[in-house]
């Protein structure tokens, strides 16, 4: 079992950053891909950026490419994402997820382990 705990989110005006963590705990997180989603009100819930286990490949979604970065610390078994430039349409509940698996990191349904999300809220 792992335990995933997200922090870090608030309300920030457009143009700002936020940077998020996720510490995990139970299991050491070197062991899973990870990744970020997010769920906008009255939206469903979307991917968002992933990381291998290593920290050798990355994935993120168009709508945030250039914009955010993510990185591990398995030393600290955290996850951060890094977001510069906010949007308004940014506005969402983040969400930490783990895979098992290092194939499909885009989709929902690969993840076993979910955190309970943490507000961000984006002023335009």
Do not use: H
Request: net charge positive; proline share 2%.
């Amino acid at each position: 079992q792992v335990q995933l705990v997200e922090s870090g989110g608030g309300l920030v005006q457009a143009g700002g950053s936020l940077r998020l963590s996720c510490a995990a705990s139970g299991r050491t997180i070197s062991l899973y891909c990870m990744g970020w989603f997010r769920q906008a009100p009255g939206k469903e819930r979307e991917f968002v950026a992933a990381i291998t286990q290593n920290g050798g490949a990355t994935y993120f979604a168009d709508s945030v490419k250039g914009r955010f970065t993510i990185s591990r610390d398995n030393a600290k078994n955290t996850v951060y994402l890094q977001m510069d430039g906010l949007k308004f349409e940014d506005t969402a509940i983040y969400f930490c997820a783990a895979s098992p698996s290092m194939a499909l990191v885009r989709k929902q349904d690969q993840y076993y382990y979910w955190g309970q999300g943490t507000q961000v809220t984006v002023s335009s």
